[in-house]
């Protein structure tokens, strides 16, 4: 004869939740989840400057005209394509060294502080 029957005791159970709702995307205010990934996927216009290359510049007196910024961004596309990573863009009298993937400068150097320095880390060069 069995005295007792053992019963485990119940696991709890929680309600059943309803799936969130998929809200409309809203027109011509914040973005959504998905446009703001997709914005990080994409490929940005231009080209951006470190804040040590912003001081680099206004410290060794090297300024960029509209003209010097659209063979810079040519150069960097340029770049791109052909798979570069790091490159030193030689742009007139200044030398930039430039990260492709983010397309920002890194730093930046006039003639005179070129003399005698060895670039590393990179892995192309343009001279324009």
Do not use: C, W
């Amino acid at each position: 004869m069995i005295d007792k029957i053992y019963f485990p005791e119940p696991l709890p159970i929680n309600p059943v939740q309803k799936p969130a709702q998929p809200q409309p995307a809203k027109q011509g205010g914040a973005k959504s989840g998905f446009a703001t990934i997709l914005d990080g996927k994409m490929p940005a216009e231009g080209v951006k400057f470190s804040q040590h290359a912003q001081e680099r510049l206004r410290s060794r007196g090297i300024s960029l005209n509209e003209a010097d910024m659209k063979r810079l961004e040519g150069a960097v596309d340029s770049v791109a394509q052909k798979g570069g990573r790091e490159s030193l863009i030689m742009l007139g009298d200044a030398a930039l060294v430039v990260s492709v993937k983010n397309r920002t400068v890194i730093t930046a150097m006039d003639r005179g502080s070129m003399q005698g320095n060895v670039f590393t880390n990179i892995d192309s060069a343009v001279v324009l």
